[in-house]
């Protein structure tokens, strides 16, 4: 029996307008969840909304807010803990620096703090409440490969992911038995805009380190739909190199962070 727009379960999906969002809000669409689409830039996201309402016959409103203003995601959440569900909740808004934290621009790390960190777990315990009153429920917080490891240029964006690795981590201790999942999905450099609004051109980044948004929103609802596990490292090479430096003494990892490429610094 085919959805009907009172039974059809809503996704939150926030940084639709692009790469790994906006390929979340397909699948998520394409799987007949009606959507809530979160960022700052109002006409791609009604671009967005219009494109996939029509080609999945779901609903889709959008929500203009810069989710890195602590009223705008207060705003935010009381919208959202006012719905009557929100069955998905991606976290993925982001943005990546170009330079050391000396000489960037603090504000902007501020701002990346709140969006990496503040953001998603104010947004996630918006929804929490109706989702384990409702016994089910899904949280994907969009971290990194960055979460793992890091290098000159990349100290406050591999913090943060880190942070929001961990946070998930703990959140899914908590959440056991109660039907509510949670994942910490870790992409490796993935074909995005990313780069380019950062201002940087990976032009030495050999070509199979990257990947496509499809297969990385795949290895993330896919590991959704079995039930885990909670931290989703897309990709069978990043898998080996996290699980490798994961192994590696403190001392050498430090040592080798210190040698790492200079191109974001
Ligand atoms: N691409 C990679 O290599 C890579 C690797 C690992 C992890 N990631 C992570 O994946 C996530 C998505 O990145 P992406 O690669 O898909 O980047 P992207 O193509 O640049 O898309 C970023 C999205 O985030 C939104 N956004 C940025 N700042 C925002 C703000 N202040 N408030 C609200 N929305 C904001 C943008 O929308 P508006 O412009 O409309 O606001 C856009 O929809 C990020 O968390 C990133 O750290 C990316």
């Not at 790469?19 to 009606?34: K, M, N, Q, T, V």
């Not at 998603?120 to 109706?130: E, I």
Request: hydrophobic residues 50%.
């Amino acid at each position: 029996m085919p959805a009907t727009a009172a039974s059809r379960p809503l996704a939150v999906v926030t940084g639709p307008t692009a790469g790994i969002g906006r390929e979340f809000a397909e699948r998520l669409a394409a799987r007949g969840h009606d959507l809530l689409l979160v960022s700052r830039d109002a006409a791609r996201l009604h671009e967005v909304a219009d494109a996939l309402a029509a080609a999945h016959g779901v609903r889709a409103e959008v929500a203009a807010h810069d989710l890195t203003d602590p009223a705008e995601v207060e705003a935010l959440a009381a919208a959202l803990a006012a719905r009557p569900r929100v069955d998905v909740l991606v976290n993925n808004a982001g943005f990546g620096t170009l330079g050391t934290l000396a000489r960037t621009d603090p504000a902007r790390q501020a701002a990346m703090i709140q969006l990496h960190c503040a953001t998603p777990l104010r947004l996630a315990q918006a929804v929490l409440p109706g989702m384990t009153a409702r016994a089910a429920g899904l949280i994907v917080n969009v971290c990194s490969v960055a979460a793992f490891l890091t290098g000159p240029g990349n100290a406050t964006y591999s913090g943060t992911k880190a942070f929001l690795r961990l946070a998930t981590d703990g959140l899914s201790a908590e959440l056991q038995g109660t039907g509510v999942r949670v994942q910490a999905l870790c992409p490796g450099f993935t074909r995005t805009e990313f780069h380019d609004r950062m201002g940087f051109a990976p032009t030495n980044i050999p070509r199979p380190l990257w990947m496509s948004v499809a297969a990385v929103v795949d290895a993330s609802l896919r590991a959704a739909d079995r039930g885990g596990p909670v931290t989703v490292i897309p990709g069978l090479r990043y898998k080996v190199l996290v699980a490798g430096w994961r192994l590696l003494p403190l001392r050498i990892a430090s040592f080798l962070t210190r040698q790492g490429p200079r191109v974001r610094a």
